[in-house]
């Protein structure tokens, strides 16, 4: 029997369970995190990869940075009023996902803190767990990160980098508020502490003016910041970025050559086509058209059928909406137990969002993926199995 490294963990996020329904035509699955598959530029994007293989250099290995044109339309898309980047403070990355692996390989040795919000992104956790850190959760506030408990944290350990979504935040939808966002660099300038802003979810805001990234507000290079083209124009492309200024850029763009050499020359190519011809703006506004009545039609469909017990957050962008029930609920039992194969509906339970509490009492919806008429009626049934389930004492064990 071959014996895996020591930092290998039996995974069991409660998700295995959903995979058992996946063929049941009747499954209504809110838990993907998935761009809806009508709104991708699908011609568009078959028009650029065909004007890049038409350029033997497409099928050749370029260079571990990226595509130097399209690092500088990057650069422009990022760049606001309070800051503007270059191509040289950028690296591609296999979506963002490669820069949450890449810096918890540059900063992580085992043991050593890294601080997350309370509730994340599993798929950090996946890639920082790989680095054995001591994880430090902090709450969640309608306008992020509760920076009392994360100043009490950085008094009382040592931590290497905060892991932030500033921006419409995977799970919760929530947002960091400006005046956050200047406490929160002050914070990390005081216990001088990196912070790893993860922004996949940026531009799709659905109303209200956008805030500078934090990466833009910050004057003292503690920010690495990752951004995607994952949720604004395509996740198969497994297209991110990276910014940081140059003393972590170069030790990270020397691991990206250890751990997959480049990204695809022709991706990047084809990305960089699309982006000459279209305005990736426009491509955007129409997305987010899109999703702000899918995103209503979930709240408001959360509003007629829920429970009185059971609250949710009112995001303004995004992918995600997050209901939190009685605390002595698990939403994984629940889910397993009943959702499942009574309701025929799917969700990501919270329970390993929480790397340290495992609270295990909230839900992800997700409302990118699905017909204004399928998010009505699944949320009608799971309403009505969660009304049915909270006045029952049987369940209150759940
Ligand atoms: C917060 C967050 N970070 C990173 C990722 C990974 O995205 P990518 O497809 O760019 O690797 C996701 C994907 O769902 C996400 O929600």
Known sequence: MVKFADRIQPCDNGLSDIFAYANDPALISFAAGYPNNHLFPQNELQTAFNASLTDSASLQYSSAAGLKS??????????????????????LTQGAQQGLDLTAKLLVNPGDGVVVEAPTYLGALSAFDAYQPTYYEVSLQDDGMDLSVLQKTLMTHSVKFIYTIPDFQNPTGSTLSLAKRHALLQLAERYDVIILEDSPYRDLRFSGDSLPSLASLDTTDHVISLGSFSKILSPGLRLGWLVAAPQFLQPLTELKLGNDVQSSTLV?????????????????????????????????????????????????????????????????????QVILPEAKVAYVPSGSLFPVSHQANGIRLNFTNLDNDTIESGVKRLGKILTAVLRQPKYAKL
Do not use: C, W
Request: aromatic fraction near 8%; proline fraction near 3%.
């Open 70 to 91: 399209l690092r500088a339309k990057i650069a422009a898309h990022i760049s606001d009023t309070k800051r503007t980047f270059n191509a040289d403070q950028i690296l």
């Open 268 to 336: 990047m190519n084809a990305i960089d086509q699309y982006l000459t011809e279209h305005d990736i703006n426009t491509h955007i506004a129409k997305m987010n058209r899109a999703y702000v009545v899918k995103m209503n039609t979930m709240l408001n469909a959360l509003d007629r059928y829920l429970p009185a017990t059971v609250s949710f957050t009112k995001p303004t962008g995004g992918f995600f909406i997050y209901l939190t029930l009685p605390a002595e609920i698990d939403a994984n039992q629940l889910l397993k």
